[in-house]
T-cell receptor
Framework: ETGVTQTPRHLVMGMTNKKSLKCEQH?????MYWTKQSAKKPLELMFV???????ENNSVPSRFSPECPNSSHLFLHLHTLQPEDSALYLC????????FGPGTRLTVT | RKEVEQDPGPFNVPEGATVAFNCTYS??????FFWYRQDCRKEPKLLMS???SGNEDGRFTAQLNRASQYISLLIRDSKLSDSATYLC????????????FGSGTRLQVQP
């Protein structure tokens, strides 16, 4: 157990839906990340938050909108997604190393 | 050139074998290096950090070569349970692209 939880674990949504992914941790952290792992592709860093401030956005389309309201929670708001956005979305937090949550497996239909 | 490169494998080895993976990185400003293990459809789990002096944890040994910009992972006495994908992760503490991931090396240990 890494102490990082993500909900929901599985999500199926249509292209017109709006949904949010949640990441929660109570370990304390220096940084929190959203990453994406598509089938047969390497992990990609999407967003980086340091102390609730977004410090990195790796050219992520605006249909993905992150939010970090406090040091324990990180959200990824989704709207008008495309089928190619189907992937495993992993939250990670950084202590001395990086620890990943279990991920949300997203399918966009 | 990819920023972090790994041989995708698969490496098929018998139980008890010794196997080694390399990971090369292109940005000399990279500061921290890690090996993760990822099982099918699961999140990556930290296997070990890689220190400049090299480090060992049981059957696993990691090494860093800054001059040649690669890290390595050696697994001795392979077990069936070692079958997984091994990810190389490179971190920079300043600037963009704080974390960069290799595509992973698939290991299959056979009885």
């Amino acid at each position: 157990e890494t102490g990082v939880t993500q909900t929901p674990r599985h999500l199926v949504m249509g292209m017109t839906n709006k949904k949010s992914l949640k990441c929660e941790q109570h370990l304390g952290h220096n940084a929190m990340y959203w990453t994406k792992q598509s089938a047969k592709k390497p992990l990609e860093l999407m967003f980086v938050y340091n102390f609730k401030e977004q410090t990195e956005n790796n050219s992520v389309p605006s249909r993905f909108s992150p939010e970090c309201p406090n040091s324990s929670h990180l959200f990824l708001h989704l709207h008008t997604l495309q089928p190619e956005d189907s992937a495993l979305y992993l939250c990670a937090l950084r202590l001395r190393e990086q620890y990943f949550g279990p991920g949300t497996r997203l399918t966009v239909t | 050139r990819k920023e972090v490169e790994q041989d995708p494998g698969p490496f098929n080895v018998p139980e008890g074998a010794t196997v080694a993976f390399n990971c090369t990185y292109s940005n000399s400003a990279s500061q921290s290096f890690f090996w993760y293990r990822q099982d099918c459809r699961k999140e990556p789990k930290l296997l070990m950090s890689v220190y400049s002096s090299g480090n060992e944890d049981g059957r696993f040994t990691a090494q860093l070569n800054r001059a040649s910009q690669y890290i390595s992972l050696l697994i001795r006495d392979s077990k069936l349970s070692d079958s997984a994908t091994y990810l190389c992760v490179v971190r920079r503490d300043t600037g963009r692209r704080a974390l960069t991931f290799g595509s992973g090396t698939r290991l299959q240990v056979q009885p």
